[in-house]
């Protein structure tokens, strides 16, 4: 069984940064496609970013970019999302997902195989 565990989350004043982090365990597979999605109140999953296996290539919501990094250590099974000058809108649960394929280009939600349980980012104003 893959398991995926979040961390990082917390309480973060407008304009300040967070760093989550995302790590495999139980029954890994090497180097999974690895994204970030995140969940509203009341609100659908949404895509954040994603990275390939090699860390390579990665994509962003269009309204994220510039302001959000992932990547990833492969000796660690850990990948990472860096946000800056978070946001009161940016308050979600923040999930990591693993595909079994390589397919890194799908950013649907239901594309991922292996899901975290999610961690909580909270922007305040």
């Known amino acids: 069984q893959v398991q995926l565990v979040e961390s990082g989350g917390g309480l973060v004043q407008a304009g300040g940064s967070l760093r989550l982090s995302c790590t495999q365990s139980?029954?890994?597979?090497?180097?999974?496609?690895m994204g970030w999605f995140r969940q509203a109140a009341g609100k659908e999953r949404e895509f954040v970013a994603v990275?390939?296996?090699?860390?390579?290539?990665?994509k962003y919501a269009e309204s994220l970019k510039g302001r959000f990094t992932i990547s990833r250590d492969n000796a660690m099974n850990t990948v990472y999302l860096q946000m800056n000058s978070l946001k009161p809108e940016d308050t979600a649960v923040y999930y990591c997902?693993?595909?079994?394929?390589?397919?890194?280009?799908?950013?649907?939600?239901?594309?991922?195989?292996?899901w975290g349980q999610g961690t909580q980012v909270t922007v305040s104003s």
């Open positions: 990275i390939t296996g090699t860390g390579i290539q990665k």
């Open positions: 997902g693993a595909k079994s394929g390589p397919w890194y280009s799908d950013m649907r939600a239901t594309s991922y195989d292996y």
């Open positions: 139980g029954r890994t597979f090497s180097n999974p496609v």
